[in-house]
């Protein structure tokens, strides 16, 4: 099913995206829930899923990972379930998503989905991410307070809480309404019913993660070999000083690692295009033939990315899965970074070109792209 979103995007990035949550009434009409509890539960059984179960019985904060081999003695209340990037592994939640892509790939986390009973849900918390919290079926309290600085504590090791807060939205959801948190604003979801909530995430990177992925990178190219050097060197009063102009120029010193445009350029669509969550991947089984790839696309046929894949043009560069996507027609990079179904029409005339249709049935066997059924 495809989602249809009502939103105004130039307003909403203008007001409240990344600066106050709001909530957005009916913003999916006529909301009909991707999947049922029972599925989720299904998923929550599989090893590949990262999921959680949170539950808060007589006052006591309990959280547990998945995989789970059975949901036996949970009981009818107080407990919620949560699956993470359901929308690698779930087509029809994945769907959820495909509305958000007028916001950058780039930025995009995944679909987490959770199931709460009466009572349910993780408690009071704050996320470092963006999230738009889709109400599916059942109705459910948020309630939101302003980004000040809180107290934060583990009730229980894997559960991070804060204070209680003063709320700035205090909302009961319907199916199809959205609240859009920004990150730094604590909020909390309550319920009376049974409940599916639908969160699309949106991370950026912290600076440590960016500099440790770089001095990665920069290790494994052999980046930055040259030492230190100082020919104006001067006769030392106090040998155990380090002087300001000693730290000015070992700071340049690594900036110049990382200001070289090129490199920066091959790091970041790595880093990018890593998914944070692991990827359903199957290779194609038995692999194409570059002939009937190119016969497939010629009878009108369309690819379908791989669901959570990552496939990033970076400057005309271009990345999938933290390496680079060796497909020689630009044209035909582009459009498979920029559409996530794809036929002859976005490919162009690179779909008549021999060593397009070989770098194609390369990652199509690779299980990145794969032929509609
Ligand atoms: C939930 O769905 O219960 C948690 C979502 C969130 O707080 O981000
Ligand atoms: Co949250």
């Not at 190219?221 to 040998?239: I, K, Q």
Request: charged share 25%.
């Amino acid at each position: 099913m495809a989602y249809q979103l009502n939103l105004n995007w130039p307003e909403f990035l203008e007001k409240y995206w990344q600066k106050k949550p709001v909530v957005l009434k009916n913003a999916f009409p006529g909301f009909v829930d991707p999947i049922t509890p029972d599925e989720l539960a299904g998923l929550a059984m599989e090893p590949e899923v990262d999921s959680r179960l949170v539950s808060h019985q007589g006052g006591k904060w309990q959280a547990s990972h998945g995989p789970f081999e059975d949901f036996d003695g949970l009981g009818e209340t107080d407990w919620s379930l949560l699956a993470q990037a359901v929308n690698h592994w779930h087509m029809p939640a994945a769907e959820l998503v495909r509305p958000f892509r007028v916001l950058p790939e780039w930025r995009l986390d995944d679909l987490m989905i959770s199931y709460s009973v009466p009572g349910g849900g993780v408690g009071p918390h704050i996320d470092n991410y963006d999230v738009f919290i889709i109400q599916g079926m059942g109705r459910r309290r948020w309630r939101v307070g302003d980004a000040l600085p809180m107290r934060q504590f583990c009730p229980h090791p894997a559960l991070l809480h804060v204070d209680p807060f003063e709320p700035i939205i205090d909302v009961e959801m319907s199916p199809g309404d959205i609240l859009y948190i920004p990150p730094g604003f604590p909020h909390d979801g309550f319920t009376y019913e049974d409940t599916l909530n639908y969160s699309v995430g949106f991370r950026g990177p912290n600076g440590r993660d960016l500099i440790s992925s770089f001095a990665d990178y920069a290790l494994e190219n052999d980046l930055g070999g040259a030492h230190y050097s100082d020919p104006d060197l001067t006769v030392r009063e106090h040998a155990g000083r380090v002087e300001q102009y000693e730290l000015d120029r070992l700071r340049e010193q690594m900036m110049a690692v990382i200001n070289q445009p090129e490199d920066f350029k091959q790091w970041f669509g790595r880093f990018a295009s890593t998914p944070r969550h692991e990827l359903d991947i199957a290779p194609a089984e038995p692999p194409y033939q570059p002939e009937e790839v190119q016969e497939a696309l010629l009878s009108g046929e369309t690819l379908m990315r791989l669901s959570g894949l990552r496939v990033l043009n970076v400057e005309g560069c271009f990345f999938v899965n933290a390496e680079r996507l060796t497909i020689s027609d630009l044209k035909a990079a582009d459009a498979l970074s920029r559409y996530t179904e794809l036929g002859q029409q976005e490919l162009g005339d690179a779909v008549n070109q021999a060593e397009f249709i070989a770098e194609l049935t390369e990652v199509i066997n690779h299980g990145y792209w794969f032929f509609e059924e």
